[in-house]
């Protein structure tokens, strides 16, 4: 295995700024709310123009001017239904979503159980400088499991993550894109790409593009079927099997 | 000819007397204009009102008065207590200032603001409570409130039905849960 260590001066592009971009994936399930949440407030409170609620079977029916809080989480939409037994419902209807920091608008939000939530149509999440949008989310948060079938984009000020097809694990530290994956800082003057890309926050910042990886930062360029690039203070890359490095100007042409 | 003349004479008076006669005794008499007769009423004090499906009392109210009319057999009264009799066991207990029941649609009206409470802590307020004996269902107008343990329910209207498990809130509807 060909190795080339130190190919780029990573060290400004430092763990915890390219951590914070991959972890923007997580705030999703998360802004997407507290509802399925564990909260030590439990209090809940809706208001709407007209709500039928069952309190045998908890079944819940509310319409127009929809505000759904819980702990404190709240959410606005059109409509909403809801289980107060299960857990399980949704709201539709332009969904503004807030927890805490986190913001979330999208068409509908689907609590599928206690621990699984669905968010779809024009998702956006934001968390202070991070946001994400996308088609779809699904978070499961006994799992802290976000996925994000149809992908999307991750942006902080330091820079963006796009993907396919995208998944993290929080606990982990632990997120995946896969189809086009492609990270950019333009702070950094930094780019990388691949078929995939897997980042593992708690293996000194590890990050690896697979299939036709690539990395540029200022004028460095390196290719390969696999390229690692450790996040850490240092800055390291390694490749493998083939690595190719190349001015950046040639890589354009 | 001058008895003929007087004979003549005397009849022309007497034909006019009895054309003055007639048209005098067969004036018409003005014509009476239609008087309603009064409705009975009927009044009653510390009288009780009740509802019963087959043998079991639904609901029984205490007045302090009422009035029954005996034509439209409504019954409108003051100062109330009822006692509606839930299937599940609980009784709710209402007071209100006004009310009324028709014995043809068996339907309660309250009115005044109405205040109720079951025998497991579930209140309801409000400033108007309809009993509506067809879809045995309570309908509260007017700030309406209900509380349960842990719940507060509230709105412009309130219909609760199947001993208030199954509540429809229109109209500012808010809920809370503990």
């Known amino acids: 295995m060909k190795r080339v260590r130190e190919m780029f001066s990573l060290s400004s592009l430092n763990k915890k700024k390219i951590a914070s971009l991959i972890s923007c994936a997580m705030l999703v399930g998360t802004a997407a709310i507290g509802f399925a949440a564990n909260d030590a407030d439990n209090s809940s409170e809706l208001r709407a123009d007209e709500v039928t609620y069952n309190t045998k079977t908890g079944d819940m029916t509310a319409t127009g001017n929809v505000f759904l809080r819980k702990g404190k989480s709240t959410a606005t939409g059109a409509r909403a239904v809801y289980n107060t037994k299960t857990s399980i419902g949704m709201i539709t209807g332009g969904v503004v979503a807030d927890s805490e920091k986190m913001h979330l608008t999208c068409d509908e939000v689907h609590m599928l159980s206690q621990t699984e939530l669905f968010a779809q149509g024009n998702v956006h999440a934001t968390k202070e400088d991070q946001s994400f949008v996308g088609p779809v989310v699904t978070y499961y948060s006994d799992q802290e499991y976000v996925r994000m079938d149809q992908g999307g984009t991750i942006t902080t000020k330091d820079g963006s993550f796009t993907a396919d097809y995208m998944e993290g694990w929080t606990r982990d530290e632990h997120a995946k894109g896969v189809g086009n994956a492609y990270i950019v800082s333009p702070p950094k003057n930094f780019e990388g790409g691949g078929d995939e890309a897997e980042y593992f926050g708690k293996e000194n910042g590890k990050l690896v593009l697979t299939g036709n990886a690539w990395g540029i930062q200022d004028n460095n360029m390196l290719r390969s079927a696999r390229l690692t690039v450790f996040l850490n203070e240092q800055g390291t890359a390694e490749a493998a099997p083939s690595t190719e490095a190349a001015p950046a100007s040639e890589a354009a042409e | ?178």
Do not use: C
């Open chain 2, 1 to 178: 000819m001058e008895n003929k003349t007087k004979y003549i004479i005397g009849a022309v008076v007497v034909i006019f007397a009895a054309v003055i006669a007639w048209t005098v005794l067969t004036v018409p008499e003005p014509q009476k204009e239609d008087v309603v007769p009064e409705t009975p009423k009927m009044e009653y004090e510390q009288n009780t009102i009740s509802e019963k499906k087959g043998n079991k009392v639904i609901w029984e109210i205490t007045t302090e008065s009422s009035e029954i009319d005996a034509k439209t057999q409504e019954t409108t009264f003051k100062n109330a207590t009822g006692k509606f009799y839930e299937e599940n066991g609980n009784v709710l207990t209402v007071t209100a200032p006004a009310g009324k029941y028709s014995a043809e649609t068996k339907n309660v009206v309250l009115t005044g603001g109405v205040d109720a409470k079951t025998t497991d802590n579930m209140t309801l307020k409000a400033d108007k409570v309809e009993w509506i004996a067809k879809d045995e269902s309570l309908i509260a107008t007017g700030s309406a409130v209900v509380t349960k343990p842990n719940m507060t329910a509230s709105g412009d209207q309130i219909i609760a039905k199947d001993d208030f498990t199954d509540l429809s809130i229109k109209g500012n509807a808010h809920v809370t849960r503990k």
